[in-house]
């Protein structure tokens, strides 16, 4: 069938709480109304308010309870309504969530999966566009997950939901209608943990995830004009990170761009640069170049086009490696 | 019996006085060993945690929050709980957990700074210890969302200091469980000091137990350093939240007798006389008092106690110093479910580092 990335998401979390029965939602507005962004439209009818549950706007407590749930054999999927309100609830994904399994040596796991839509693009309200993914990265025990495309994250929130660690789930508002693809209507799991090779290129690889996947197709296909052939890394889980894909594209095409929205200073750019740097320096005929957001807070709606990498910043970037 | 001390009416509910003499119509009426058994586990409490602190001034334990003054609270609301409860500490519960039946060993062992001591083992429900303030509370209220959601019939029990009613995952934690109605006993150990920031500055409020009216539920404010109040006041509201009555808020009003950690000195920011004034208060002695009213206690019997509380601390200490360190395999196994190729990587590299015998 074909849909968008919003109502693959919604079919993702329908079919496993039909299928798991210790599968409960809950969140700001998830019930009746479905979710701000209708990602959980159909639950509550379909489910009931025991299932699918409003809860009082309290973003520490959701995860909080969550954890609570799961000691008691629960599967948790709790939505923090924009990644902006995350913060509230920080304490407890860095102090209790990511480090349980640690610290109670198994007898104790947080396997819950915290949806939250993030990003820029869609001209919305202050706080409600920034990438914040960094932070989380840096999280022992917890696995950080951004789709690009609705067929990813249907089995990608499968595959979370299904896991038995802790998954931050970051939706890119800017894609959750921007596409429509053929989604299977059985669940599937796109694996946790693995990269994918979405074009193939000889010439320059091109890493990215979630709503940045667009631009660098965009790019690619300019650069392809100019005789430049890109290959692009759509890194899908950010941490743990599947380093191996990255570097098996980088020693073909000796040339590597990072492309993210979020901040540039301490973003995942800086660790892929350096684990390239680490990996496969003598493959390198260039310098690894970021293209990402500027180390500014993310301006309001009229100049929000000045934050988030375009296709022609990439492109500029994508032809100075080729300069080398 | 809960609704009869109105915290708004500033009464407190307290059955012994400090002659140790129930008052008639609140004494739970317990039987010859169960009242006993509520002695001993409080001398085992506060040998245990005398212990921690010699082998923590030993150079033998870590940096210790010790229980000095709260066993009642810890005791008598450990005791009221059944083996299907949940319990969801803080970081002095010495008493509680001992309770409960965590082994001594591993409660040693994880306070030495070994994360082994902190697994709870199978059959026991008890989560583990929270260091950042107040964050157990809302855990706590989703054990009770689960528990209702599944039906189970049984309640969770959490606790916490008078400092973490000022943070906000109580208020979130409360909240929520007046909500969802949830079958959850908050019970607050009033120990009047947060590390050196007495009561007075957490709240402008007369007691803390009456922030559970706002909430919607009951709070009720209790002699901490009596356990049979602290007993009677959990008993029931454990069997108003299995029974559906939704949660309680219990205030244990005590005093920290000891310093908030090892790295603590209480002499720099609280009056002598004060500490004082409360040693008078000492929860075991009035217990004592009640027990030899009763005829249940003589020098016999305290020997009895004694000696059986120093022969099990002494076994606890050698069995935790007797374990082994953690293998560096066993630092970095519980990260994830299981190992990403990063980790085992990192892994390989640091034990490449460190010589055979230290691994």
């Known amino acids: ?324 | 019996m809960i609704e009869r001390f109105d915290p708004l009416k500033g009464v407190m509910l307290r059955i012994l006085d400090d002659d140790g003499r129930a008052a008639p119509d609140l004494d739970p009426g317990l039987p010859d060993a169960a009242l006993r058994a509520l002695y001993e586990r409080m001398v085992r409490t506060r040998a245990a945690d005398g212990k921690a602190l010699k082998l923590q001034r030993q150079g033998r334990l870590g940096t210790y929050a010790p229980s000095l003054g709260h066993e009642a609270a810890q005791v008598g609301l450990a005791s009221a709980m059944a083996p299907d409860d949940w319990f969801f500490p803080y970081f002095r519960d010495l008493g509680a957990y001992l309770t409960l039946g965590y082994p001594l060993a591993d409660y040693y062992h994880f306070w030495m700074g070994n994360e082994a001591g902190l697994r709870t083992p199978d059959g026991l429900n008890i989560f583990p210890i929270a260091i950042p303030v107040g964050s157990q509370v809302p855990q706590a209220v989703g054990a009770g969302m689960a528990m209702k959601f599944r039906k189970l019939g049984a309640a969770v029990v959490t606790t916490f200091g008078d400092g973490a009613t000022s943070e906000g995952d109580f208020h979130e934690g409360l909240n929520y469980a007046g909500v969802y109605k949830t079958p959850n006993v908050f019970v607050c150990l009033n120990n009047q000091f947060a590390i050196s920031v007495p009561r007075a500055r957490q709240t402008a409020a007369p007691t803390l137990a009456q922030k559970a009216l706002a909430y919607g539920f009951p709070g009720v404010q209790v002699d901490g350093n009596d356990v049979l109040a602290v007993f009677a006041a959990v008993r029931e509201a454990l069997a108003t939240a299995r029974g559906g009555g939704g949660p309680t808020l219990i205030e244990a009003f005590t005093y920290r007798m000891g310093d908030h950690t090892t790295s603590d000195d209480a002499a720099r920011y609280r009056d002598r006389t004060e500490v004082k004034a409360w040693g008078r208060k000492d929860p075991i002695t009035r217990f004592r008092l009640y027990l030899a009213h009763k005829g249940l206690w003589d020098e016999a019997y305290e020997k009895s106690v004694q000696a059986a509380a120093a022969d099990e601390i002494e076994k606890a200490v050698a069995e935790a110093e007797g374990r082994p360190p953690a293998s560096v395999d066993d630092v970095f196994a519980y990260t994830f479910a299981k190992m990403p190729p990063d980790l085992e990587a990192q892994l390989a590299a640091l034990k490449a580092t460190i010589p055979e015998g230290r691994r």
């Not at chain 1, 509230?88 to 969530?97: D, G, K, L, R, T």
């Not at chain 1, 709503?211 to 743990?240: F, Y």
């Open chain 1, 1 to 324: 069938m074909i849909m968008t990335m919003v109502q693959a998401i919604n079919q993702a979390l329908a079919g496993e709480m039909a299928r798991d029965d210790r599968i409960i939602v809950f969140g700001e507005d998830v019930g009746r109304d479905g979710g701000v962004f209708r990602a959980t439209d159909g639950l509550f009818d379909r489910f009931g308010p025991e299932r699918v549950v409003d809860t009082p706007l309290a973003e520490s407590a959701a995860i909080g309870a969550a954890l609570g749930m799961a000691a008691l054999g629960l599967r948790p999927v709790p939505e923090i309504q924009f990644m902006g309100f995350i913060y509230p609830a920080f304490n407890q994904i860095v102090s209790h969530v990511a480090r349980m399994r640690n610290r109670t040596r198994g007898r104790f796991t947080a396997p819950l999966t915290i949806r939250t839509p993030y990003g820029a693009g869609v001209k919305a309200l202050e706080h409600h566009s920034e990438s914040t993914e960094a932070l989380f990265c840096h999280i022992p025990g917890l696995t950080v997950v951004v789709p690009s495309n609705p067929y990813d994250a249907k089995g990608l929130l499968i595959a979370s939901i299904r896991s038995d660690d802790p998954v931050l789930f970051l939706e890119p508002t800017r894609l959750y209608r921007a596409e429509k693809q053929e989604v299977p209507e059985e669940p599937y799991e796109v694996p946790l943990r693995r990269a994918a090779v979405v074009r193939e290129g000889r010439d320059v690889t091109i890493v990215a995830w979630g709503a940045m996947i667009p631009v660098a197709r965009a790019a690619a296909a300019a650069a392809e004009s100019e005789g430049i052939s890109a290959e692009i890394i759509d890194l899908r889980t950010l941490s743990p990170m599947d380093r191996e894909s990255i570097l098996a594209s980088v020693r073909k095409t000796g040339r590597a761009l990072v492309l993210h929205e979020a901040p540039k200073t301490g973003g995942l750019g800086a660790e892929i640069a350096a684990t390239i740097g680490e990996s496969a320096l003598l493959s390198l005929n260039a310098p690894v170049l970021r293209v990402t957001a500027p180390d500014i807070t993310v301006p309001l709606p009229k100049r929000e086009d000045l934050y988030y990498p375009n296709e022609d910043r990439a492109l500029a970037a994508v032809r100075k490696l080729m300069e080398y």
